[in-house]
């Protein structure tokens, strides 16, 4: 079991006291810090407290319908999580595809220099099928696009559906998820993300604005 805990921590710094210039910086630390097998609900601040994952997944396992031919891939990493579990509940025939995004996003340079790249597993030829698309998180709708230019350099699936766990507002792109989860709009500076550990959790953070 893994006990790494990551905190996010933003400083600012005078950079020109006759201009009272600011710049942020935003630092990780890791602490190490046994986690419960179960984690409670991320506090959203004026939120009612969020389902947990898992009661999300069934709920989106009750609106996909049923079909022969689907085939599932998920976007690396959150998304694979989400799509291992509905692959298993709604018992699909072929193997689950896995999907990494990073080389084709459009925001590359500013989500670091050294990107965790991880292999994509397509295990079948698509053309002409019908293809689910996973997500854990959809926020500006970047990854989404970018899975969708992926996807179109392997084949010509007949067409895409998009599985959302969590919706959290913010998009950039025209891009709306066929099922989803839960919508949660958030602000700018709050961030959710999906933590797999013995159980699923949404882990929050809300940055503090720089004054």
């Known amino acids: 079991m893994t006990y790494m805990l990551t905190f996010s921590v933003r400083i600012c710094l005078v950079l020109n006291q006759n201009l009272n210039t600011l710049n942020s910086y ?3 630390f890791l602490i190490m810090k046994k986690l419960p097998t179960k984690q409670p609900a991320a506090p959203v601040p004026g939120q009612t407290p969020i389902p947990q994952p898992e009661a ?3 709920q989106l396992q009750q609106q996909i ?6 085939l599932m891939i998920g976007i690396h990493s959150g998304g694979v999580i989400i799509a291992q579990r509905l692959h298993k509940a709604l018992a699909i025939a072929e193997p689950l595809g896995m999907l990494d995004i990073n080389f084709y996003r ?5 989500v670091g220099l050294q990107p965790v790249i991880r292999s994509s597993h ?3 030829d698509f053309d002409a099928r019908n293809i689910l698309l996973v997500d854990d998180i959809l926020h500006t709708g970047r990854t989404v696009r970018a899975a969708m230019n992926a996807l179109f350099d392997y084949g010509r699936p007949a067409s895409i559906r998009l599985a959302v766990l969590l919706d959290r507002g913010g998009r950039e792109l025209p891009v709306q998820p066929d099922y989803l989860g839960l919508l949660l709009p958030l602000q700018a500076q709050q961030h959710i993300k999906l933590i797999q550990d013995q159980a699923l959790y949404f ?9």
């Open 65 to 70: 319908p049923p079909a022969g031919d689907l």
């Open 122 to 124: 397509l295990p079948w």
């Open 56 to 58: 999300l997944i069934r």
């Open 106 to 110: 459009d925001d590359f340079s500013q």
């Open 203 to 211: 882990l929050f953070r809300d940055d503090p604005p720089c004054r």
């Open 26 to 28: 935003d630092f990780s």
